[in-house]
């Protein structure tokens, strides 16, 4: 089945310990992005691609990087985390020919100790 | 600014009641509106969605109602089952761009 893989499921650092996620998608889709998601909180836009083009947040703390090295794979770096980046990271997928319908990843659940 | 407002914030309802979520939104240039439903420890998953030239979108137990001269649309939960318990977001759609409401966790008691 087509889908949007994200991985790892968990994932535990230290704090100021670099980490990267990965996503990946079988759905051949041109827009990939990426949310960062807290405890009984929306998802929150950190960053988006169309194609190949980034599409930065205002309010994304530079501690956020992002990756796109083809269309099928998508990742999330950061590069010191600290407490307050504890949160589930989830990606998601929208075709250009889907004008909207967007499709998530089941999400890395990060722990920064 | 919050883009999408959503209430309630939490919602209980008894099994085979109906579970209303409304939301409100300002941008009149938004042409999507979705639906998403979230388990705990889950992504979130598109439950149903509309375009704004329809007031009415009905799948199984799912219904969108919208309104565009308000600007507000709502999820209707018809027959609510234990296993709808989960939290609910809207969201509203453009250039690329998704804006979620707060989300609602609704509680179906057995």
């Known amino acids: 089945d087509a889908m949007v893989i994200q991985n790892p499921r968990y994932q535990v650092t230290q704090f100021g310990k670099p980490v990267t996620l990965s996503c990946s998608q079988t759905?051949?889709?041109?827009?990939m992005y990426w949310y960062q998601q807290k405890s009984s909180q929306a998802p929150k836009l950190l960053f988006h691609?169309?194609?190949?083009?980034?599409?930065n947040e205002a309010d994304t703390p530079d501690n956020f990087q992002s990756r796109r090295p083809n269309t099928s794979f998508c990742f999330l770096d950061i590069r010191s985390p600290g407490l307050g980046d504890a949160a589930m990271y989830l990606c998601?997928?929208?075709?250009?020919?889907?004008?909207?319908?967007?499709?998530f990843g089941p999400g890395t659940r990060l722990t920064v100790l | 600014q919050q883009q999408v407002k959503q209430s309630p914030q939490s919602l209980i309802v008894q099994k085979g009641g109906i579970s209303i979520i409304n939301c409100a939104y300002e941008n009149t240039a938004f042409d999507y509106f979705p639906w998403y439903q979230q388990f705990p420890g889950k992504g979130p998953a598109l439950l149903i969605a509309i375009r704004p030239d329809v007031s009415e979108k009905k799948e199984g137990r799912f219904t969108i109602s919208f309104n565009k001269s308000a600007k507000q649309f709502s999820l209707h939960i018809m027959d609510s089952q234990p296993g709808d318990s989960a939290t609910y977001f809207c969201a509203a759609y453009n250039f690329n761009k998704f804006y979620f409401g707060s989300g609602t966790k609704l509680n179906v008691k057995p």
């Open positions: 998601a997928t929208s075709g250009r020919d889907r004008n909207g319908e967007q499709f």
């Open positions: 691609y169309y194609d190949k083009d980034f599409n």
């Open positions: 759905l051949n889709h041109n827009v």
